[in-house]
């Protein structure tokens, strides 16, 4: 069964730091552009950052530019967000998604991607 499954969330205080995993199962991630996306609350999904199968593109939303670093292992079958000084607005419910669509590029809309993770819960309080 094709699966990814998101890990890492968690409390953090504001300014903190958290690094997310996304990890598949039943097949293998190198083939495929990455994407994180969050919900909170009461508001749509939005686009968080993407990674290119190679890794040699990247897209951030300008929300997170500078704080948030998207990246993937290989050897691994793992893609990573790493998320600098945290805030409490960057508190949501995280995702990562496979685009299974044959572009070296990686897109941001979420209707561009096939498979979905079931999230983890990210929560930036005091």
């Known amino acids: 069964q094709l699966q990814l499954v998101e890990s890492g969330g968690g409390l953090v205080q504001p300014g903190g730091s958290l690094r997310l995993s996304c990890a598949a199962t039943?097949?293998?991630?190198?083939?495929?552009?990455i994407g994180w996306f969050r919900q909170a609350p009461g508001k749509e999904r939005e686009g968080v950052s993407c990674i290119s199968r190679s890794g040699g593109s990247t897209n951030y939303a300008d929300s997170v530019k500078g704080r948030f670093t998207i990246s993937r292992d290989n050897a691994k079958n793992t893609v990573y967000l790493q998320m600098n000084s945290l805030k409490p607005e960057d508190t949501a419910v995280y995702y990562c998604?496979?685009?299974?669509?044959?572009?070296?590029?990686?897109?941001?809309?979420?209707?561009?991607?096939?498979?979905w993770g079931r999230g983890t819960q990210v929560t930036v309080s005091s």
């Open positions: 039943g097949f293998t991630l190198n083939y495929y552009a």
């Open positions: 998604a496979a685009d299974f669509r044959p572009t070296g590029m990686c897109v941001m809309p979420g209707s561009e991607y096939d498979r």
